[in-house]
């Protein structure tokens, strides 16, 4: 039984040191953001133009014109709630105290 224990190697713990942040291997937060906007900027572009052509008159199907508004319509409203989420912890943070 106590080979068996034995066996059993320790965990690794020579990359694991307190008190070291290492910044992220990706894109930072400000180009995460910039790069969501650009893509609701687009979405919103897409269904402006898409309720144009349809009232317009041009040979748009209304299904697709209602999907790409709908899109559009989420992706601002998640932007929102990200937004405020953002704002909020800023305000809890600032009232903290040291």
Do not use: C, W
Not at 12 to 36: I, K, M, N, Y
């Amino acid at each position: 039984m106590t080979g068996m224990i034995g066996a059993i190697a320790p965990t690794d713990t020579s990359a694991v040191q307190p008190g070291r942040v290492d910044a992220p291997a990706g894109a930072g937060f400000a180009q995460l953001v910039e790069r969501e906007l650009a893509d609701l900027d687009r979405s919103t572009a897409a269904a402006e133009k898409a309720m144009t052509d349809l009232a317009a008159g041009k040979p748009v199907e209304l299904h697709e014109v209602m999907i790409t508004m709908e899109k559009a319509r989420l992706g601002v409203q998640t932007f929102l709630q990200v937004r405020n989420r953002l704002v909020e912890s800023y305000q809890d943070l600032m009232r903290m105290q040291m």
